[in-house]
């Protein structure tokens, strides 16, 4: 592949415009070969995020404001449930290794992240299953979270698995029951309970406040 092929290529990875898994699998670096933690970590000298699932790598795209103040705003209000208590609650980039006990080639960079044992924390982020994982759609990763990573993280044994739709204004929450994922839909004005943090209920009006 020519220099100027892949530029174009890890350009349309960063781009919002892309909007098939297909085209997110176009932003392969090396389309010949796959990946791994220790190769992953040969790239922290630049601003690129990136992500690995079993070894294959995946450019990130730049959230837009929309996606960075749900972010935000879901955030808060579980930081500020989690006060005095032994979980935490992270946002990129904060590193999720999920093969390790396999071979060491997946990791991920979660829009939200909560983790209850300590035992997982790492300098660098979380070895092992987060208890709670929220991924927020863009066009350029629709695809792949709603996929790709909803595959990953129930192998992995995530307890739950939100999706949030910026565009909709809606949720999926999908809670993990006897190896599958039991999914719930929700709306803009409901109240959502955590299941993994007993007593804490989000409100979706204010997550989606602009």
């Not at 300590?118 to 350029?140: Q, Y």
């Not at 739709?165 to 955590?194: P, Q």
Request: aromatic share 10%.
């Amino acid at each position: 592949m020519e220099k100027d092929e892949k530029d174009w290529i890890a350009s349309c990875a960063r781009n919002d415009d892309v909007t098939t898994d297909s085209e997110v699998h176009d932003a392969l670096v090396d389309y010949n070969r796959l990946y791994t933690y220790s190769d992953y970590m040969k790239w922290d000298d630049d601003d690129k995020w990136r992500e690995l699932i079993d070894g294959v790598l995946y450019l990130m795209a730049t959230p837009t404001n929309i996606h960075q103040n749900i972010s935000v705003n879901l955030l808060t209000q579980i930081a500020n449930f989690l006060k005095g208590k032994s979980c935490k609650v992270y946002h990129p980039p904060f590193e999720v290794r999920l093969n390790t006990k396999v071979t060491d080639n997946t990791v991920v960079l979660p829009d939200l992240v909560v983790i209850c044992d300590e035992s997982k924390f790492s300098n660098r982020g979380c070895t092992g299953a987060p208890d709670m994982v929220v991924e927020i759609l863009s066009p350029s990763t629709a695809r792949y979270d709603k996929i790709t990573k909803f595959n990953k993280y129930l192998e992995s044994g995530v307890r739950e698995y939100w999706i949030v739709d910026s565009e909709n204004k809606s949720l999926a929450v999908n809670i993990l029951d006897d190896g599958k994922y039991i999914t719930h839909a929700y709306t803009e004005n409901d109240m959502v309970k955590v299941h993994v943090l007993e007593g804490c209920t989000i409100d979706l009006a204010e997550v989606f406040e602009e």
